[in-house]
């Protein structure tokens, strides 16, 4: 019980500081998170289905449709029929989705860079590390 009661007790805080560090890393993205996270979902499929997209981000396909809506009028998303099945949406980055990507991507590394330069090297590895074991760990969650 008492694993139980401290996971309990950190979650909420390990969230709260999780929220800050991604505002501060995302700082100046002209982008929502969720539309970033949509356009990296994207440009990691390559093809990618509508139906896809809302499984990987664990969202409703209106939800999906919606961001992919308001990223095709952005320019950096293009909807066109799946050869292969008529009845099928592709998404694919456009040039200017692919260059946007690149460009957040560097800001990304920029930003986690100003993060860990706050902490001495000994720390650094440490959060790096713990990161690495929170995301393996939690991957044989779900």
């Known amino acids: 019980m008492e694993r139980i009661e401290r996971m309990a007790r950190i979650y909420p805080q390990l969230m709260g500081r999780?929220?800050?560090?991604?505002?501060?890393v995302h700082d100046g993205m002209d982008?929502?998170?969720?539309?970033?996270?949509?356009?990296?979902?994207?440009?990691?499929?390559?093809d990618?289905?509508?139906?896809?997209?809302?499984?990987?981000?664990?969202?409703a396909m209106s939800s999906a449709s919606q961001?992919?809506?308001?990223?095709?009028?952005?320019?950096?998303?293009?909807?066109?029929?799946?050869?292969?099945?008529?009845?099928?949406?592709?998404?694919?980055?456009t040039p200017a989705g692919e260059a946007l990507v690149a460009e957040l991507q560097r800001g990304i590394l920029a930003g986690y860079?100003?993060?860990?330069?706050?902490l001495g090297d000994e720390e650094q590895e440490l959060l790096v590390q713990s990161f690495e074991?929170?995301?393996?760990?939690?991957?044989?969650?779900?």
């Open 113 to 118: 860079a100003r993060i860990l330069e706050r």
């Open 31 to 46: 982008l929502t998170y969720n539309q970033y996270k949509t356009l990296l979902t994207i440009a990691d499929r390559e």
């Open 67 to 93: 961001m992919v809506e308001r990223l095709v009028g952005q320019g950096v998303v293009h909807r066109e029929q799946d050869a292969g099945n008529r009845r099928q949406l592709v998404i694919r980055l």
């Open 133 to 142: 074991n929170i995301a393996r760990i939690l991957g044989k969650l779900t």
């Open 18 to 24: 999780m929220g800050r560090m991604r505002t501060l």
């Open 48 to 59: 990618c289905s509508l139906g896809d997209l809302a499984r990987e981000l664990g969202v």
